[in-house]
């Protein structure tokens, strides 16, 4: 092997090495974006939702229900998501000073409100995109002194600890 065959071996290793990086750098930029367009998305309904929880009742509660957990869990208290917001209905018929705010994982970023309910999507991709918007959305409505007017219904073990290590006062 001559010296002209190891220079050659060593650019053909070299530019091995520099696609593999490109490739690597790509995989994160678009990890990155993702991550930027639903940080974006759960900052506008955060900023709905705090526009809720502003405008509540000094006596009311602001009520978070982790929507699928509620329809798919272990102790799933609805059999889809219709029932559930039915359900949290007929509890703002009772409860007049409340505010529900039902949260679900799903494909696209969108949010609903009727009268004292809001119903929202986190948008995105991933596991526990729910849980994670709810915690961020605790942290600020804990910052502004408001989380003790916060309820969260879940029957998720680990969220529901985390949530308890959130809204402590």
Not at 68 to 97: S, T
Not at 135 to 160: N, P, Y
């Amino acid at each position: 092997m001559g010296s002209h065959q190891i220079i050659m071996d060593s650019r053909v290793a070299h530019v091995r090495e520099l696609k593999a990086e490109i490739a690597r750098l790509r995989a994160e930029n678009t990890a990155l974006r993702t991550e930027n367009e639903e940080l974006s998305h759960h900052l506008d309904l955060a900023m709905l939702a705090a526009e809720d929880l502003r405008g509540l009742s000094p006596d009311g509660k602001f009520i978070i229900i982790d929507g699928w957990n509620m329809v798919l869990g272990a102790e799933n208290e609805a059999r889809n998501p219709a029932e559930l917001i039915e359900q949290a209905k007929r509890h703002l018929g009772d409860c007049p000073h409340n505010f529900v705010w039902i949260v679900f994982d799903g494909p696209r970023e969108n949010s609903r409100v009727e009268g004292r309910l809001r119903v929202s999507y986190t948008g995105g991709t991933g596991p526990h995109r729910a849980d994670k918007f709810i915690c961020d959305f605790l942290r600020m409505a804990r910052f502004r002194g408001d989380i003790s007017r916060i309820e969260v219904k879940t029957h998720d073990k680990d969220f529901a600890k985390e949530v308890s290590r959130l809204t402590r006062i």
